[in-house]
């Protein structure tokens, strides 16, 4: 079976603009996590999804906003990127939002804001 | 101080040798974790979960977990130098509104030298 998958690998772009980052889950879960990492520190929450309804936010700006959809893959969206949020955006899988429920991340996609 | 704690290493052992990975949380309602390693450059990769005080074997792998304490081990027996990467422990946790997110240390360094 795959596994998660996240789209694109790598993106440039410049501070102010917007930019779409896209995950697909493994096959039969229903449950997808963005966390954003820096170099040098562990993945941070960003959101969870499940069932297509947000099911937790972590400490950041409202200029990030998530949305998951009915075949379950999701995007993350930022708007007015700062150079701050330069970093790797992981996407996490797991079949349900409990606690019990073990996470499988995705490649990953590297942003850099210049 | 912070909800998931683990010192930054460099951990360096002999190949062959047993390598020691420790974490404290802060959360005593936690009921999940998680051990990931990650490759420099490389999404992290899940390795064991424990939900269970005690012990937990997989392989090479042993995860303890002590919730009286609050604390969460990796042990890594026969250390090959492939086992050299950063390894995370993460705590699922409850936020406010009753919503688990999944938090992550800094992760150690390990270093197996031949």
């Known amino acids: 079976d795959a596994g998660v998958t996240q789209s694109p690998t790598h993106l440039i772009k410049t501070r102010g603009q917007h930019v779409t980052l896209r995950c697909s889950p493994i096959?039969?879960?229903?449950?997808v996590s963005w966390y954003q990492q820096v170099l040098g520190q562990g993945p941070q929450f960003i959101f969870q999804y499940y069932e297509k309804e947000e099911r937790g936010r972590g400490n950041f700006p409202d200029r990030f906003s998530a949305r998951q959809f009915p075949n379950y893959s999701s995007e993350l969206n930022v708007n007015a990127l700062l150079l701050g949020d330069s970093a790797l955006y992981l996407c996490?899988?797991?079949?349900?939002?409990?606690?019990?429920?073990?996470?499988?991340f995705g490649p990953g996609t590297r942003l850099t804001v210049t | 101080q912070k909800e998931v704690e683990q010192n930054s290493g460099p951990l360096s052992v002999p190949e062959g040798a047993i390598a020691s990975l420790n974490c404290t949380y802060s959360d005593r309602g936690s009921q999940s974790f998680f051990w990931y390693r990650q490759y420099s450059g490389k999404s992290p990769e899940l390795i064991m979960f424990i939900y269970s005080n005690g012990d937990k074997e997989d392989g090479r792998f042993t995860a303890q977990l002590n919730k009286a304490s609050q604390y969460v081990s990796l042990l890594i027996r026969d250390s090959q130098p492939s086992d050299s990467a950063t390894y995370l422990c993460a705590v699922n946790m409850q936020d406010r509104g009753g919503y688990n997110k999944l938090i992550f240390g800094a992760g150690t360094r390990l270093a197996v030298h031949p």
């Open positions: 996490a899988s797991s079949f349900s939002s409990g606690s019990l429920n073990e996470q499988y």
């Open positions: 096959s039969g879960h229903k449950s």
